[in-house]
């Protein structure tokens, strides 16, 4: 099983960002966002279930986007008015759909800095 992010990278803030997972190997239920800023714990960003339900974390809601198919193992997350604070390494998060384990990408850093 393998999960790769893309489309890190660093922004000024307010400004927008893209990020793109794909995974393989197995089928997956649910597929994530989760990210870790230095010294903090690792938080969920937002989800997405293979029925499209789709969940956030209050800190970006109005301003970040989950979109994809996870029945085709692709997950995106469109970050726009991007703030400081939204600084940290985002892992793509996927849950396997017979067991509920989970499997985890290398990590995409985003940085917001003027």
């Known amino acids: 099983v393998q999960l790769v992010e893309s489309g890190g990278g660093l922004v000024q803030p307010g400004g927008s960002l893209r990020l793109s997972c794909t995974a393989s190997?197995?089928?997956?239920?649910?597929m994530g966002w989760y990210r870790q800023a230095p010294g903090k714990q690792r938080e969920l960003v937002a989800q997405?279930?293979?029925?499209?339900?789709?969940n956030y974390a209050d800190s970006v809601k109005g301003r970040f986007t989950i979109s994809g198919d996870v029945a085709k193992n692709t997950m995106y997350l469109q970050m726009n008015n991007l703030h400081p604070e939204d600084t940290a390494v985002y892992y793509c998060?996927?849950?396997?759909?017979?067991?509920?384990?989970?499997?985890w990408g290398r990590g995409a850093q985003v940085t917001v800095s003027s």
């Open positions: 190997g197995t089928f997956f239920s649910t």
């Open positions: 997405i279930t293979n029925t499209g339900t789709t």
């Open positions: 998060n996927a849950v396997q759909r017979m067991t509920g384990h989970n499997y």
